[in-house]
């Protein structure tokens, strides 16, 4: 690649010195040569020629001075590294020219083994210069891209590019995460958009901290519902314990939210939760030009399948049998082993609950129900009726009743 040089002087004879010295390099395209004969000509080359790499620059010319165009260009953007070029022993004009930001000066007469020197040392700092700026913008690029999927503490070290975290397609055991919010798509279609975008933005400004606080990667926003990744990219032991104390806490923060937006005349329905735990292919599949970290796999359909079965179950989080099985002393609540919308094989469903919630007596009262139905006891109907009439609010008995009253029997569950 050829490097551009701006001479900028008043000497008639300098050019053809230069020529003459460099043709070699000029020949084999090495270094390329534009003269200027002060620093208004020079400023006028600036503008109108493609990029230059260096500028010798003269300091007593007419029209401009070197000292003056080597403060116009520190204006720029481009940041040309700058020699200047004085008379032997014009030490002060040379060190306002140093504090002004030249890299490096010569002497005059010039010595042209010592000008040939120059050029080489001042091109390869150039060179250096722009490839720590280049790594600074893709890291700042990187980082912007991260900061959508990570925590900031994270983000700090993916960006970093350390060997650490691998961001490659792998297959890892992970947790993954579905939420949806209740009949949102009538309340954008109700609602103006100088309302549903404040609305979306103090959303998701609290869920989004929620998760990462809880170390989780937050994969995409589609709409109102979000996809969020526990045990990836990096090691996470305990990621089936995280998700579920994650969706707690996203829970009581979105009814929170509930009955702020309530209060100022807007009902919005609550946010459900879908968790399961299991393998999946994760990584960065951007196709090299955009960063998309995602998963892929039947753990991931999972999730999101649990997420939708809420609707019918009468919960707000659903997790799956393998998330429960990670958790030493898990609080919650069995379902049922439950048939998924196009799957042959049922799924273990629970409901967490809060450990205040889980010691209620009302959650002892309902495990027993639960267990006349595992048993076919025809006493477990008047049980769940029985805690219906207690807490008519409380979705997951609504929808035990209504299977006994339809003629079911057992804890298999078929959604329709």
């Known amino acids: 690649m050829t490097a551009r040089i701006l001479v900028v002087d008043d000497e008639p004879d300098l050019e053809l010195l230069i020529v003459q010295r460099f043709r070699r390099q000029i020949r084999e395209g090495q270094l390329s040569f534009a003269f200027a004969s002060d620093g208004v000509h020079a400023l006028a080359m600036l503008a109108d020629a493609s990029e230059f790499d260096m500028v010798l620059c003269d300091i007593n010319m007419p029209r401009m001075d070197g000292l003056t165009l080597l403060g116009r260009l520190q204006e720029r953007d481009d940041h040309l590294a700058t020699v200047i070029v004085s008379a032997y022993g014009d030490m002060v004009n040379i060190r306002t020219a140093m504090n002004r930001g030249a890299f490096d000066f010569l002497t005059k007469p010039i010595d042209f083994t010592d000008l040939e020197t120059t050029i080489e040392k001042t091109l390869r700092n150039r060179a250096i210069t722009l490839g720590y700026r280049l790594r600074q913008q893709a890291a700042e690029r990187a980082r912007a891209q991260l900061a959508r999927y990570f925590s900031p503490s994270l983000v700090e070290i993916l960006a970093a590019d350390t060997d650490e ?152 989080i659903c997790v799956s049998g393998s998330v429960v099985e990670r958790i030493a002393g898990f609080c919650g609540r069995p379902v049922g082993s439950v048939l998924l919308r196009g799957r042959s094989e049922a799924v273990p469903a629970h409901e967490p609950l809060t450990a205040a919630r889980h010691a209620h007596v009302l959650t002892e009262e309902y495990l027993a129900a639960y267990a006349k139905v595992e048993a076919s006891d025809p006493v477990a109907l008047p049980a769940f009726a029985a805690l219906l009439g207690r807490d008519s609010s409380d979705g997951l008995v609504g929808f035990h009743l209504k299977r006994l009253l339809a003629g079911d029997s057992g804890i298999q569950v078929v959604l329709e």
């Not at 937050?218 to 090691?235: Q, R, S």
């Not at 009581?252 to 946010?271: C, M, P, S």
């Open 165 to 316: 975290i691998d961001l490659g397609a792998q297959r890892r055991d992970i947790t993954a995460m579905f939420t949806d919010v209740t009949n949102f798509t009538s309340l954008v279609e109700r609602l103006p958009p100088a309302t549903i975008g404040p609305l979306l933005n103090d959303y998701f400004a609290g869920m989004t901290g929620i998760v990462f606080d809880h170390g989780g990667a937050l994969v995409k926003i589609i709409g109102d519902g979000m996809n969020i990744l526990f045990g990836a990219p990096t090691d996470q032991p305990d990621h089936a314990e995280r998700a579920v104390t994650c969706a707690l806490a996203l829970d009581a923060h979105a009814e929170e939210f509930r009955a702020r937006w309530r209060d100022k005349g807007v009902e919005i329905g609550a946010t459900r939760f879908g968790i399961h735990t299991g393998p999946a292919l994760v990584g960065n599949f951007g196709g090299g030009r955009f960063f998309d970290y995602t998963a892929y796999g039947d753990t991931i359909n999972i999730a999101a399948r649990l997420e939708a079965a809420n609707k019918q179950l009468g919960t707000r």
